[in-house]
């Protein structure tokens, strides 16, 4: 009697203890907070002290992407070193994360016990690249001593997260899902418009501008400044540039859903147990927590520009967010997937065995069941992510005499309706040098004002 009673007490702990363990992480609830202080009041500063104060109870595996938001806030308001500092602290974080798990090799089975939410957070694919993508962009505004080499990361880790994707078998050939990524074509434009402004290698800027026409044709500015490259020089002597750059739209974030199991995620799931033990995956068709993508399409198609009463075009998506945050989604989905079912698995097959180890009765077995129900209904899916990206940058690049500029930006909507509030600005232009704008559209109103290069 004294053990039966041991044992049902020991049911009850580990049902509360794996309550506790599933109930960890509410990060799409806090940053919902962030986001519509940011997003929808457009007020950096209240977003950045709700962030403060969850910083301050947060557990250390969300501090990394915190510090993205808080990245995102400082890039918004001007604040560039302070944008680049986290970004780059993050960037290494996230760099030594996912160094340590490759060198693990094979999953350690033991981890299914709990949930994702109780490991180290590295990041998504599109977000490892669009740290080295914003941080180029905070270094070009920050006077643009490292910004080609920043340009140069973006590429360099597109290439290496493709490279290291994982392949499984479809239609009996290897397929490896990361393959499906789009390239982006924001690290050659980089690039291309910082040889240019040197004036020592314009087929180099030729050649990174061939990269952006041929990734996303749909940039027909990228057009026009490959002719330039190829033809004629960045600027005419008396003139410089101005390149202003929007971000445009509310960025992607996460909630949990619930999914049942594909043929693909079994198939993948069978590979991560039969890594890790003799068995193989006995059949589930349980619906199982993952985290679901929430996309915002912007009502805003693109920020027209006014130079000096005079509407000189209108900027243009040269990095989709939603786009790469989609098919990142929709590629690693199975595997996603798969890893909850192994869980799932897991947590089951520990409560047979301990079922089995201590031969207990009908009562004692009820009561672990319960405890089981428990651990797997209060398991959450990973919803961290950074919550303040843009849904699109978009830029445009015009020619101005040297000298003061008065600057109108006003965003629009496909039929060129304008849909919302404009902001106003003075630019110096330089001698055959680049200036740089940004302002940040998440909807009609804008997110503080118009941010100038500090050149």
Same mark, same amino acid.
């Given at each position: ?223 026009? /400044?490959?002719?330039? $490259? #190829?033809?004629? *020089? ?5 003139? =410089?540039? +101005? !390149? @202003? ?88 989905? /199975?595997?996603?997937? $798969? #890893?909850?079912? *192994? ?5 089951? =097959?520990? +409560? !047979? @065995? ?96 118009? *941010?100038?290069?500090?050149?």
């Amino acid at each position: 009697m004294t053990t039966t009673r041991s044992i049902c007490k020991l049911a009850v702990l580990l049902a509360t203890l794996f309550s506790a363990i599933g109930c960890v992480s509410q990060y799409s609830q806090r940053l919902a907070d962030v986001r519509r202080d940011f997003y929808d009041y457009g007020d950096p500063e209240l977003a950045k002290s709700e962030i403060a104060k969850w910083q301050k109870r947060a557990p250390e595996r969300e501090q990394g992407v915190l510090r993205l938001n808080e990245a995102s806030l400082a890039l918004a308001t001007g604040s560039f070193k302070e944008a680049k500092e986290r970004l780059i602290s993050v960037r290494d974080e996230f760099d030594t994360i996912e160094s340590a798990r490759l060198q693990k090799g094979a999953e350690n089975v033991l981890q299914f016990w709990t949930d994702d939410n109780l490991t180290s957070y590295e990041g998504e694919d599109y977000e490892k690249v669009m740290i080295r993508a914003t941080l180029a962009i905070a270094d070009l505004f920050d006077g643009g001593e490292d910004a080609r080499a920043y340009a140069h990361q973006i590429g360099a880790k597109q290439d290496e997260i493709v490279m290291r994707g994982q392949t499984f078998k479809c239609d009996e050939r290897d397929k490896n899902p990361k393959l499906a990524y789009p390239r982006v074509p924001l690290a050659p434009y980089l690039e291309g418009l910082i040889w240019e402004e040197t004036f020592v290698n314009s087929n180099e800027a030729a050649r990174c501008y061939e990269k952006v026409t041929k990734w996303r044709p749909q940039f027909k500015q990228g057009g026009v /400044d490959l002719r330039r $490259a #190829r033809e004629s *020089v960045h600027s005419q002597p008396g003139y =410089g540039r +101005l !390149y @202003v750059f929007a971000f445009v739209g509310k960025g992607p974030s996460k909630i949990q859903g619930t999914a049942e199991a594909t043929q693909a995620a079994l198939f993948i799931a069978d590979r991560i147990v039969s890594a890790t033990n003799k068995y193989s995956l006995p059949p589930t068709l349980a619906p199982v927590p993952i985290p679901e993508l929430v996309i915002h399409e912007p009502r805003i198609a693109t920020i027209g520009v006014e130079i000096d009463g005079e509407r000189l075009g209108g900027t243009e998506t040269i990095a989709d967010v939603n786009e790469m945050a989609i098919k990142q989604y929709n590629a690693v989905r /199975d595997q996603t997937l $798969a #890893r909850a079912i *192994v869980r799932r698995v897991v947590k089951k =097959g520990t +409560l !047979y @065995v301990a079922k089995e180890a201590a031969q207990v009765n009908d009562w004692v077995s009820l009561a672990m069941d319960v405890g089981g129900v428990i651990w797997e209904a209060t398991e959450t899916a990973d919803t961290r992510c950074w919550g303040l990206l843009p849904a699109k940058i978009q830029v445009l690049s015009v020619e101005l005499p040297v000298g003061e500029h008065r600057v109108a930006l006003l965003p629009e909507e496909r039929n060129g309706v304008h849909a919302g509030a404009s902001l106003t600005s003075t630019v110096t232009i330089n001698a055959n040098r680049n200036t740089y704008a940004l302002v940040t559209y998440p909807s009609g109103d804008p997110v503080g004002g118009v *941010v100038l290069s500090n050149r």
